[in-house]
């Protein structure tokens, strides 16, 4: 039995003990994850991991490229070793300061438009300094990349996490990270390759590579284009969140209304909250 067997076993468990409570009409606490854990994980869940492990990847492979360039950069522009040192720092600095303009973004727009955003930033960044005529020009480059880096690690997992069961999401996680890491192997790979093959351009031709990842994962984001369900709930907008839940059964093949107590919308159990200590649905 595999892990996602197991743990669909556990969810099914749960959420029938739920149900049988509901029909026993006793207070029985229902919130969102309640929800997600009758859903399960099926075809929407594993299109939200493959969008978050592109992303992972693209960033692993960045991250590593920059530092395999650094001596052929140093070389090209004469920096005497200081040039690395710099980037680092200074994109240190835009990572932090993007990380938290995102986070505002994400409260106030949800995580569609953030995530996408952010995605846009660091590949467009990464590609257009693989082309700077100048260091000065290569370090303001990446230094706009970095406003999107940790936005897009963040927002990324987070909404991953949002969409998956309790009992599963430290599992899938974890293969997040192991799929991210990746990135780093290709990205080793290329450089070994590039960059003793193409003296002059081959850690241009790596920076460039490196880039591709995270076009294809701004581009999976705008297909997979679905909001974040707390942040619609935070909102209070039910219908919506609604709406994406059940969106995400439909993936799964589950029939939410099985879920649900006779009369009861799902709107309005969303609306109660999903707090188990503090927001109950008394039947």
Same mark, same amino acid.
């Given at each position: 039995?595999?892990?996602?067997?197991?743990?669909?076993?556990?969810? @099914?468990?749960?959420?029938? #003990?739920?149900?049988?409570? &509901?029909?026993?009409?006793?207070?029985?606490?229902?919130?969102?994850?309640?929800?997600?854990?009758? =859903?399960?994980?099926?075809?929407?869940?594993?299109?939200?991991?493959?969008?978050?492990?592109?992303?992972?990847?693209?960033?692993?492979?960045?991250?590593?490229?920059? $530092?395999? !360039? #650094?001596?052929?950069?140093?070389?090209?522009?004469?920096?005497?070793?200081?040039?690395?040192?710099?980037?680092?720092?200074?994109?240190?600095?835009?990572?932090?300061?993007?990380? &938290?303009?995102?986070?505002?973004? #994400?409260?106030?727009?949800?995580?569609?438009?953030?995530?996408?955003?952010?995605?846009? !930033? !660091?590949?467009?960044?990464?590609?257009?300094?693989?082309?700077?005529?100048?260091?000065?020009?290569?370090? @303001?480059?990446?230094?706009?990349?970095?406003?999107?880096?940790?936005?897009?690690?963040?927002?990324?997992?987070?909404?991953?996490?949002?969409? &998956?069961? !309790?009992?599963?999401?430290?599992? =899938?996680?974890?293969?997040?990270?192991? *799929?991210?890491?990746?990135?780093?192997?290709?990205?080793?790979?290329?450089?070994?390759?590039?960059?003793?093959?193409?003296?002059?351009?081959?850690?241009?031709?790596?920076? =460039?590579?490196?880039?591709?990842?995270?076009?294809?994962? @701004?581009?999976?984001?705008?297909?997979?284009?679905?909001? $974040?369900?707390?942040?619609?709930? @935070?909102?209070?907008?039910?219908?919506?969140?609604?709406?994406?839940?059940?969106?995400?059964?439909?993936?799964?093949?589950?029939?939410?209304?099985?879920?649900?107590?006779?009369?009861?919308?799902?709107?309005?159990? *969303?609306?109660?909250?999903?707090?188990?200590?503090?927001?109950?649905?008394?039947?």
């Amino acid at each position: 039995m595999t892990i996602q067997d197991r743990d669909q076993e556990d969810d @099914a468990e749960q959420s029938s #003990s739920l149900i049988d409570g &509901l029909d026993e009409g006793r207070t029985v606490p229902i919130g969102m994850d309640d929800v997600t854990n009758f =859903i399960g994980i099926g075809p929407f869940q594993w299109l939200a991991f493959m969008l978050a492990g592109v992303c992972g990847i693209g960033l692993n492979f960045d991250t590593l490229t920059i $530092s395999l !360039v #650094s001596l052929p950069i140093d070389e090209e522009w004469g920096l005497n070793g200081v040039g690395f040192s710099l980037i680092t720092s200074l994109s240190g600095v835009t990572n932090i300061v993007g990380g &938290l303009l995102f986070a505002v973004l #994400s409260d106030m727009y949800g995580r569609v438009w953030p995530l996408a955003l952010a995605l846009v !930033v !660091v590949a467009t960044g990464g590609l257009a300094s693989a082309f700077a005529p100048s260091f000065a020009v290569f370090l @303001a480059l990446r230094c706009y990349t970095g406003f999107g880096v940790m936005a897009v690690i963040v927002m990324s997992t987070s909404m991953l996490l949002e969409f &998956l069961p !309790v009992r599963s999401r430290g599992k =899938i996680v974890t293969l997040t990270g192991v *799929l991210s890491s990746l990135g780093s192997g290709v990205g080793a790979g290329l450089s070994w390759w590039l960059i003793p093959s193409y003296p002059r351009y081959g850690w241009r031709y790596v920076i =460039i590579a490196s880039a591709l990842p995270l076009f294809l994962a @701004a581009a999976f984001r705008m297909l997979f284009f679905y909001q $974040s369900p707390r942040y619609l709930i @935070a909102r209070k907008r039910y219908k919506d969140a609604a709406k994406l839940l059940r969106t995400m059964a439909a993936f799964n093949r589950k029939d939410i209304n099985v879920f649900l107590p006779d009369g009861t919308s799902l709107e309005a159990v *969303l609306a109660q909250g999903t707090d188990r200590d503090q927001n109950k649905l008394t039947l």
